[in-house]
């Protein structure tokens, strides 16, 4: 079996004093595309922020490793340097900083991308739009020279036509590029486009069940709602 | 380096000693107590005879921004300068000029009366770099004398501030002149003064006052910022400020005076502290925790 890029281990996590991840164990392998999906509240957008190190989350229990090595309580820039990189749900905006100052300071390899170009010598993510804000994500990711990138709600504030433009620069940059990729999503309809080796479905901060087969995971949540997956037989695996 | 090119700059003091003047043709350029003996006019400005600084006569249009640097160089020296800029009428002209000690330990003193005078329909556009060491004191102030029509954009900048540093500046602004001031000041381990003021004496006078104070490590940071309208003018005030360390204080005290039923004048002041999220962000980008509170202090001083 191929070594995971990426292990968590029983990881329990609080915020704001409340335990928000429940034992969550996860794997992901190099070049591979997984989803994981959940119904508001549910603790995707902690998972990933507690993947990165965000210091408002304290670890309870479990362990991290990234390419068999413990991160538990690695820094986040550390783990960005490591190459976990995640693509922000609503990033903040960095007043007076122009996105191209950022990116000098942080790029590690150049990279160009057309629909970027109009948002270089504009301060970061100040009066965005959603569309522009995915975009000033993406170059910013790229430029980090991920190993692997979490997409925190990516298709949300996009319509279909945007969608499918970010879709086909996550396809080209990353997953052409065996960049491994968890798309984090609680509609799923980026799913159709990226098409996920694995989906993964977390309610009450746990991960409850996984599948290969995402178009059956989103038919059932489409019919059902999330509180079905609960009970659901015939999903493959429980963790 | 900040004395970089400082030969052709058009005044350069370095301690107590003049190291370079260059003229620029139809305009005078002298060492104050010079320009008091030979020009009497002088002394309505200078107020007593100076010991130091620059004169700088404006008669003729220059197009290329005046330079002049004052530098301390040697330990323990006290400058105590007195400056006078005058733009004659509807002249415009920029000036950078450069005060800075080129070592961090030389515990300086540094005094500066200066007066800018702007004749009608002038205009300057202002450039004040200060840049000092750890142990020295520093205290300029500067009048400014809008005459009718004048126009001044005023900058100044202290990212390098001293142990001390109190800083006075006074606009006096007659009728339908403008002025658009910037102090941008990043406090470490300093103690700062600020009080600037603008009178809109003249009818149709306007103002924009807007201060960036950073307080990072133990600085402690006092700011009053006036205005005050004596006509039917405009004026408004943007003060912020950032406290970055745990010991860092910052007080921001705006205040407008209006004597005049037709004047409008307004504010703005906050003090905050450094976004977490913000913080986090740039760290998941991989910049050190020092690497991205210093990216967002240059962002809020609009280095």
């Known amino acids: ?239 | 380096m900040v004395t970089r090119n400082v030969k052709s700059v058009n005044f350069w003091q370095v301690d107590h000693k003049i190291k370079n003047i260059s003229q620029i043709p139809g305009n005078v350029i002298l060492p104050s107590p010079q320009a008091w003996q030979r020009f009497k006019w002088s002394r309505i400005y200078f107020e007593r005879e100076p010991r130091e600084g620059y004169f700088i006569w404006i008669k003729k249009e220059v197009d290329f921004p005046l330079a002049a640097c004052i530098n301390i160089a040697s330990p323990k020296i006290s400058q105590d300068l007195t400056n006078l800029l005058v733009i004659e009428k509807g002249i415009k002209v920029g000036a950078n000029v450069v005060c800075s000690a080129i070592k961090n330990n030389l515990c300086g003193t540094h005094k500066a009366k200066g007066k800018l005078v702007l004749k009608n329909g002038s205009s300057l556009e202002y450039n004040h770099l200060h840049q000092w060491g750890k142990k020295d004191y520093v205290n300029p102030d500067y009048e400014f004398i809008l005459e009718k029509n004048s126009k001044l954009i005023y900058t100044y900048k202290n990212l390098f501030p001293p142990e001390n540093l109190l800083l006075k500046t006074t606009i006096q602004s007659n009728e339908n002149s403008s002025s658009n001031l910037n102090f941008i000041i990043n406090g470490l381990s300093s103690k700062i003064g600020i009080l600037d003021k603008v009178n809109l004496l003249g009818s149709n006078s306007q103002a924009i006052v807007k201060l960036r104070l950073v307080g990072r490590k133990n600085s402690q940071i006092e700011a009053i910022s006036i205005i005050s309208a004596l006509s039917p003018s405009r004026g408004h005030l943007d003060c912020r400020g950032l406290v970055v360390d745990k010991k860092a204080k910052i007080s921001l005290t705006p205040r407008l005076i209006c004597q005049n039923k037709n004047a409008q004048l307004t504010h703005e002041a906050s003090i905050g502290k450094i976004s977490e999220e913000e913080l986090t962000y740039l760290r998941m980008r991989g910049l050190s925790e020092k690497e991205a509170i210093d990216l967002i202090v240059t962002g809020f001083l609009g280095k």
């Open chain 1, 1 to 239: 079996m191929e070594k995971p890029l990426l292990k968590i281990e029983n990881l329990h996590v609080i915020g704001d004093e409340k335990e928000i991840l429940k034992g969550i164990n996860f794997k992901i392998t190099s070049g591979q595309i997984q989803a994981l999906l959940g119904p508001n509240a549910s603790g995707k957008s902690t998972l990933a922020q507690a993947i990165l190190g965000n210091p408002k989350y304290k670890i309870l229990k479990g362990r991290l490793y990234f390419l068999g090595k413990e991160i538990t309580k690695f820094l986040p820039e550390k783990r960005a340097k490591l190459g976990i990189v995640l693509v922000w749900q609503s990033p903040p905006a960095i007043k007076g900083v122009k996105l191209s100052q950022l990116l000098e300071k942080i790029s590690r390899r150049s990279v160009e991308i057309e629909e970027a170009k109009g948002l270089l010598e504009r301060e970061v993510n100040l009066d965005f739009s959603g569309g522009e804000k995915k975009i000033s994500e993406l170059i910013q990711i790229l430029a980090l020279n991920p190993k692997l990138v979490i997409f925190d709600e990516i298709d949300s504030g996009l319509d279909i036509e945007r969608l499918e433009i970010v879709s086909k620069l996550i396809k080209k940059e990353l997953i052409n590029k065996k960049v491994s990729v968890l798309l984090i999503t609680h509609w799923g309809q980026i799913l159709d486009f990226l098409k996920p080796d694995l989906t993964n479905v977390m309610l009450d901060g746990k991960i409850i069940c996984k599948s290969d087969d995402y178009k059956k995971v989103l038919k059932v949540i489409k019919k059902y709602g999330y509180e079905k997956c609960k009970k659901c037989k015939f999903l493959a695996g429980r963790p």
